[in-house]
C-alpha cells in the first residue's frame, strides 16, 4: 500500500481530533459515548464519585445540579471512593443521567424527582429557586428531605457545593 500526501495530512487530522475527544470522558448526551470508558476510570480511582463525576477527563458535562440529583436517585453517598461503585450502580447511574440530561435539554429545565415526588404527588408547594424545576437536594440545605425527612446537608467538594441526605445516601 502506498500512502499518498492527502491521506497522511486526512489520517494526522483524524488522529488529533481523536486525541483532543479523548482528553474528554464520555458525554450523556452523545449517542456514540462509551460509558464503559468512564467506569474504566472510576473503578481504579480512591476519589469521591462527587468529585469523579466533576471531572470532565472521566465523564464530560454532568455539571453540579446532575452529580448531585443523580447520586441521590441512586442511593450512593458522595463520599464513597470511585473503586467502591459497582458496575451495576455505574449502568444505573449513567441510563439515569442520559434521561435526565436529555429532558433538561428538551424542556429546558432540571426536573430530577420521580412522579411520586412532585409537588402535585405530596400535595406540597412547588420550589421557589431561581434555577427552577423540581429536585431532591440541590440547594435545599437544611430543608427536610422529600423522601425520608432527613435534613439535606452540604458541603464542598470539588469547588462545588454538594448536597445530600444522609439518610438516603449510602456509603
Ligand atoms: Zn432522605
Not at 497522511?8 to 450523556?28: S, W
Not at 448526551?29 to 464519585?49: G, M, Q
Not at 421557589?128 to 435545599?140: A, K, L, N, Q
Amino acid at each position: 500500500m502506498t500512502w499518498t500526501g492527502p491521506t497522511t495530512c486526512a489520517l494526522i487530522t483524524d488522529a488529533e481530533k481523536q486525541a483532543i475527544h479523548d482528553r474528554l470522558g464520555p458525554d450523556p448526551l452523545r449517542a456514540d459515548a462509551d460509558p464503559a470508558a468512564a467506569h474504566a476510570r472510576i473503578r481504579r480511582s480512591r476519589t469521591s464519585i462527587a468529585a469523579l463525576l466533576m471531572d470532565q477527563k472521566v465523564i464530560a458535562g454532568v455539571g453540579n445540579v446532575y452529580r448531585a440529583e443523580v447520586l441521590f436517585r441512586h442511593g450512593i453517598d458522595p463520599y464513597r471512593p470511585g473503586k467502591d461503585i459497582t458496575p451495576a450502580e455505574w449502568d444505573a447511574l449513567w441510563s439515569d443521567l442520559v434521561a435526565l440530561m436529555r429532558e433538561g435539554v428538551r424542556a429546558n429545565r432540571i426536573d430530577t424527582v420521580r412522579p411520586e415526588h412532585t409537588p402535585e404527588a405530596m400535595g406540597r408547594p412547588p420550589r421557589v429557586d431561581d434555577h427552577g424545576g423540581e429536585v431532591y437536594v440541590y440547594r435545599r440545605a437544611h430543608l427536610p428531605c422529600h423522601v425520608c425527612g432527613t435534613e439535606i446537608r452540604t458541603a464542598d467538594l470539588a469547588a462545588r457545593n454538594l448536597f445530600w441526605c444522609p439518610t438516603c445516601q449510602r456509603r
